[in-house]
């Protein structure tokens, strides 16, 4: 009788398990349409930022960056809503999402104390530091979320795809320096989600 109890918590911790394999797959696949998705917007807004920056000369052309998340967002919320037609959210899918909003917050804000620090503070070389190193704080934040979604996941592609973003762009900012150029540092970035989102989709078809 205990026997038959051990086998059957025994099944049970083993359907469980595979229940949230399973589950943890198909959200990497999902995920792939979001990493795709913004792949595809970073490098658009990196070069329109580039072009607009380079033929004037004017930096103020990087305000054009939070229009992103107000393209981004909605299609985001809109790939969601099909999804939850037919798969049900769980913990995992949304510990990955609280991962990309918390990033997604944090850039934003740090963008925003950036352009207030620029508007209204005094100390100049002050705000030129902050300013120039603000593109490397922000692509260091995108490769440690990425890195740490891929580790919620349990994907190598995603772990180590984060890990080439976050550390590879910061080298290539203080390779170019803090000029118009560095937006190449997102464009590097969005190709490299875009693949990553081609990879997790192929791998999970």
Request: net charge positive; proline share 1%; charged share 10%.
């Amino acid at each position: 009788m205990e026997q038959n109890k051990e086998m059957t918590a025994q099944e049970s911790l083993k359907l469980i398990t595979e229940t949230m394999n399973n589950n943890r797959r198909e959200i990497v696949r999902s995920s792939g349409n979001y990493f795709l998705l913004w792949g595809i917007l970073l490098t658009l807004f990196s070069l329109l930022v580039y072009a607009f920056w380079k033929t004037t000369g004017n930096a103020a052309w990087n305000n054009l960056w939070f229009a992103m998340p107000l393209i981004g967002y909605p299609l985001s919320i809109w790939l969601k809503n099909r999804e939850n037609s037919v798969r049900a959210e769980n913990f995992i899918s949304r510990t990955s999402g609280a991962i990309w909003t918390s990033f997604g917050i944090f850039a934003c804000s740090v963008a925003l104390f950036t352009v207030l620090l620029g508007v209204f503070g005094k100390n100049a070389l002050a705000n030129i530091v902050v300013l120039a190193s603000l593109t490397a704080q922000i692509v260091l934040l995108f490769g440690l979320a990425e890195t740490i979604s891929g580790c919620v996941l349990k994907n190598r592609v995603i772990q180590i795809a984060g890990w080439i973003t976050g550390i590879g762009g910061v080298a290539i900012y203080f390779i170019l320096g803090a000029n118009e150029e560095q937006m190449f540092i997102f464009t590097f970035a969005g190709i490299i989600l875009a693949a990553t989102g081609l990879i997790v989709k192929h791998q999970y078809k």
